[in-house]
């Protein structure tokens, strides 16, 4: 079955350091993959998505993600955290019924915090 | 381009009443979707359209209706309020023709809806 899964519900990290979170999907075929973030208040905004080609991802707000097939994931990194990245971070994966509808599955989210 | 919008951003109804709210789009996109988020249970689908005049159930369809009557609106009724659906509702739209990734969802800011 299709799945997406977010196994941390909260992290927190010090601002300056280093951060992982992690995203695992369950697909027949590799499927594209995205990350989305939402600030406090506000809704998801769109942070990096993969497809094909190129396996480590480029996005927004200095975010990357790299997707393994090896071990079906798709994990979200960043090297140094600023205190504005605290939010929910959601790992996304499309959900097909046939052909495309646009649908997407979303993981539980994972909260982050940051701390000073 | 303003995006996604949605209006209002925040209700206060009491049980039984109705209301309906509304969400445009200004990038030509195809599909629509409506979610509900909620502490604990992520997103999840309400509706969603694949093209104007189209609508088609998701997740959690009962006590909802929607009509896309125009490309670039999508209305979600709700027809006699109840408490269970206190949530925070979410529009999103994707797919226009350029894109080659139907699923790349953009979201709009949230309505907040409180039923006493």
């Known amino acids: 079955a299709q799945s997406v899964t977010q196994p941390d519900i909260h992290i927190t990290v010090s601002e300056g350091a280093s951060l992982e979170l992690r995203c695992n999907y369950s697909?027949?075929?590799?499927?594209?993959l995205f990350w989305y973030v939402q600030s406090p208040g506000q809704g998801l905004q769109l942070l990096l998505k993969?497809?094909?080609?190129?396996?480590l991802v480029q996005g927004i707000k200095g975010f990357e993600a790299e997707f393994k097939r090896s071990q079906s994931s798709f994990n979200l990194r960043k090297p140094s955290v600023h205190w504005s990245d605290a939010a929910e971070y959601f790992c996304a994966g499309p959900k097909r019924y046939g052909g495309s509808q646009g649908n997407l599955i979303f993981g539980k989210g994972t909260k982050l915090s940051v701390k000073p | 381009n303003a995006g996604v919008t949605q209006t209002p951003k925040f209700r206060v109804l009491k049980t039984g009443q109705s209301m309906t709210l509304l969400c445009a789009q200004d990038?030509?996109?195809?599909?629509m979707y409506w979610y509900r988020q909620d502490p604990g249970m992520g997103l999840r689908l309400i509706h969603y359209?694949?093209?104007?005049?189209?609508?088609a159930k998701g997740e959690v369809p009962d006590g909802y209706n929607v009509s896309r009557l125009k490309k670039q609106n999508f209305l979600l009724g709700l027809e006699s309020a109840a408490p269970s659906q206190t949530s925070v509702y979410f529009c999103a739209s994707s797919y226009s023709p350029q894109d080659s990734i139907k699923e790349t969802q953009y979201f709009g800011p949230g309505t907040r809806l409180l039923v006493l």
């Open positions: 990038m030509n996109h195809e599909y």
């Open positions: 993969y497809f094909s080609g190129d396996t």
């Open positions: 697909y027949g075929a590799t499927p594209y």
């Open positions: 359209s694949v093209g104007e005049g189209t609508t």
